[in-house]
């Protein structure tokens, strides 16, 4: 049928973790939770555990999910064709199709995206089962709303509802494509905190774990939505502990602690939650592709800066943006991306700060060039002696920072 791919996507910091589970076990497992509890995470991967994918979908707390043959998603994709495919991910090819109540009867006619499990790719049938077990249950209006699934023989697929306008990856470093506007920027980084917000105030807590601009997708309006919740991991399963064997997520992104020591925790995702935020404020993204370097590195020191603030932002925005707004968002960033957990804000409080930038209206508007030397290339002369104004050692940034004329 030509759905399998070679996975050339995103570079993980670990992807041996995940190791098959027999189909029998979880096959003979019963859903005995009750209706007032959510079924956590460590249900599914608990071997004594009565959690069944016979009748996952009517177990689980909330709207109830469709079950798809594999027949009826391979017509709705016109076989998987490579014309509806809509990207690929660490969890394999993802199709956009049409579903109706020809479909499924009383299921509202919509189009939907259909991600394939690769089975040579990085992830497997347990990230599977946690989005299923995550999206069924969990229901908000930032994070993607999971329609139904299907498990045939070796088959693993999930139903999603279309995001129209992709991830945020795609939409803000695109080539040749118009800048996403500052207004529109600060919409995206409030309703993605308020996302992370649910998950972390969630009983349990859930830790996304892999937050990063790939699994942000943004609707037709610009409705943002967290996506792509297979490595999430109950915050009550990682508290006071420590994991060397199965460190997962994206590099660039992964916080600093749980890349060396295995510690998770909701401040791991506040801190990938920065790297986005800086990604927004710069429109670069997380790790230079070609030098492998990271985009914390260069700018964390210019965050708190005002004076550097204009090495930061991103040029496409040509000053179309607030000046006021920029400081408390790099601030914000800044605070996010402490290398202590402790002193990082919980997401609660990022939303609180994004929630006073929505509407600041002073908007610098004088028109910006892009030049090699920038606005504080004298500075840059004294911390140097390049007068390229890097501040870093010449990182791979340089071209990036616009002057005002």
């Known amino acids: 049928m030509g759905v399998k791919r070679k996975m050339t996507w995103k570079s993980m ?5 995940y190791k098959a589970e027999s189909d029998d076990h979880d096959r003979h497992l019963v859903s005995k939770k009750g209706s007032s509890q959510r079924l956590s995470l460590s249900d599914a991967s608990n071997p004594s555990s009565p959690l069944s994918i016979d009748d996952l979908s009517n177990s689980l707390v909330g709207p109830k999910l469709h079950i798809f043959s594999f027949a009826q998603l391979r017509t709705i994709t016109h076989n998987f064709a490579s014309s509806n ?14 579903v109706d109540d020809k479909t499924k009867p009383g299921l509202e006619a919509q189009p939907v995206a259909v991600k394939l499990l690769d089975l040579h790719g990085s992830q497997g049938h347990k990230e599977w089962l946690a989005e299923i077990i995550i999206l069924g249950q969990m ?11 299907c498990w045939e023989e070796e088959y693993r697929l999930l139903v999603y509802e279309y995001m129209a306008r992709g991830s945020l990856e795609n939409q803000l470093f695109r080539k040749y494509s118009a800048a996403l506007p500052w207004s529109t920027r600060m919409k995206i980084a409030l309703e993605a905190a308020k996302g992370l917000q649910f998950l972390h105030e969630a ?17 037709s309006d610009y ?20 994991d060397m064997t199965c460190i997962m997520g994206t590099q660039g992104y992964a916080a600093p602690e749980y890349v060396k020591s295995g510690h998770l925790t909701t401040m791991s995702d506040v801190y990938s939650y920065g790297v986005v935020l800086v990604e ?5 993204p997380s790790m230079d592709r070609n030098t492998g370097e990271f985009l914390v590195d260069w700018v964390k020191p210019l965050l708190k800066d005002s004076k550097r603030l204009c090495r930061v932002m991103d040029p496409r925005l040509e000053g179309l943006y607030s000046a006021d707004g920029a400081r408390k968002a790099a601030a914000l960033a800044h605070k996010c991306l402490s290398r202590n957990p402790k002193r990082r804000p919980p997401a609660t409080e990022v939303v609180n700060v994004l929630k006073s930038l929505q509407d600041i209206n002073d908007v610098f508007t004088a028109p910006f060039v892009y030049v090699v030397e920038d606005c504080c290339v004298e500075e840059g002369k004294k911390e140097n002696g390049l007068g390229l104004g890097l501040g870093l050692g010449g990182l791979g940034w340089k071209n990036w920072r616009p002057i005002s004329v």
């Open 139 to 149: 229901r908000h209006q930032n994070l993607v709303k999971l329609i139904g699934y």
């Open 280 to 284: 927004l404020l710069t429109g670069k």
């Open 203 to 219: 009983d349990p807590p859930v830790i996304f774990r892999d937050f990063k601009t790939s699994n942000i997708l943004l609707d």
């Open 13 to 17: 910091i670990v992807s041996s973790c």
């Open 85 to 98: 495919l809509l990207g690929e991910g660490g969890f394999g090819p993802v199709y956009k199709g049409f």
């Open 223 to 242: 409705t943002t939505k967290l996506s792509d919740l297979g490595l999430a991991k109950d915050g009550v399963d990682c508290e006071d502990q420590q």
